[in-house]
């Protein structure tokens, strides 16, 4: 009886090439399974070449729904960024892909799951463990870690000895990776970081902020509990939200990152992300929060977000820790409701202006006017005892300052600056 494998299919270069390889090296049965995370896909055309290269069925899942609700918005909401830059477009989405895999695997009862993951990034890690979490009985077949392909144009070479249609063009040959969220792009010129992006080629849901309107464009995000509900006034679903935003802030070239990260596996890669949508509603989630948050929760906040981005861009998703992490999140998000009004421009997102019946606020105490909650004369107090260590420390240095700066005048720092003797006396 023939082994069944479920692959995770998304009808690029890799999994084109994965289908024919794994039937050439093993006795089995394929079924392509396609997860729907929002990427710009022809999945009928694709479907057909799942089954044109001997993949015995191929079907697509739709997960956008779950995607953005139990991944993205958890993840929006704690303020995860990887290396001050990346919002995790591409990692975020692994986790929920590997569940879907499991899924389908037990489903199909498959003794595998095989993946395009490559032996040197992080994907082979996000969808392993993803797999591990639910599934450690099941076998995982990685090619790339082990076939004796080495490049891109080895797979070309393979299709074409075959005579399988290449799903890309050579000179547009990126590696990339799309979803509702971002598209990233690695490859060809990028691999030398002292190249400029070929944005002219490149560039798939923004345009470069030099190319973007002379005249900025205005909008109002309304939030609920962290959660953004609706846009200029229209409430609208996380897919519908974020679809809108894309095009926003891709016309307006707001949300590119050209970044060279540390990978898990230790060396470092260079990206490029498109990120349109996420970057706006992270810096609108983020003023809402200032004004929400107090001053201790918002700075624990930052810390925790510091861990969660890591722990997504390292495929620990299904862990106690992020589970934890979000636990304290949603507790923070209670009073994170309000709207957010921004003015995109060139590139730039920018405030102007928010609200919330939460804020903290409060007029009467932060204006140059003496209010009733706030006497200029308290602070004599406070500041003394906040700055006590300082002063503390400039008492116990008093005496090596004192002896310093007559060494200095060229004297002995005695009383009368004399070694303590009078004038005129022996």
Known sequence: MKMKIVLAYSGGLDTTVIIPWLKENYDCDIVAVCVDVGQEADWKAIQKRALDTGAASCYVQDVKKEFVESYLWPMLKSGAVYEDKYLLGTAIARPLIAKVLVDAARKEKAKAIAHGATGKGNDQIRFDLGIMAFAPDLEIIAPWRVWKLKSREDEIRYLRRRHIEVPVKRRDSYSRDDNLWHISHEGLELEDPSNAPGYGRMLKMSVPPERAPARGEDLEIEFEKGIPVSLNGKSLD?????????????????????????????????????????????????????????????????????????????????????????????????????????????????????????????????????????????????????????????????????????????????????????????
């Open 238 to 426: 996380g897919p519908a939200l974020i679809a809108a935003l894309n095009k926003l802030g891709g016309a307006h070239g707001v949300g590119l990152v050209d970044l060279v990260e540390n990978r898990v596996v230790g060396m470092k890669s260079r990206g490029v992300y498109e990120t349109p949508g996420g970057t706006i509603l992270y810096f609108a989630h983020r003023e809402l929060e200032h004004i929400c948050l107090d001053r201790q929760t918002y700075a624990f906040k930052q810390q925790a977000a510091l861990k969660m981005g890591e722990l997504i861009y390292g495929g620990l998703w299904f862990t106690p820790l992020r589970e934890a992490l979000s636990a304290f999140v949603d507790s923070t998000q209670k009073t994170v409701t309000g709207s957010v009004k921004l003015r995109l421009f060139r590139g730039n997102v920018i405030s102007a202006g928010v609200s919330s019946p939460y804020s903290l606020y409060n007029a009467s105490i932060a204006s140059f006017d003496t209010g009733d909650l706030y006497n200029h004369a308290d602070s004599k107090g406070f500041v003394r005892l906040y700055g006590l260590p300082v002063l503390v420390r400039a008492l116990m240095e008093k005496p090596a300052r004192a002896a310093k700066a007559a060494e200095l005048l060229g004297k002995p720092a005695g009383r009368g600056g004399r070694g303590g003797k009078a004038a005129g006396k022996p």
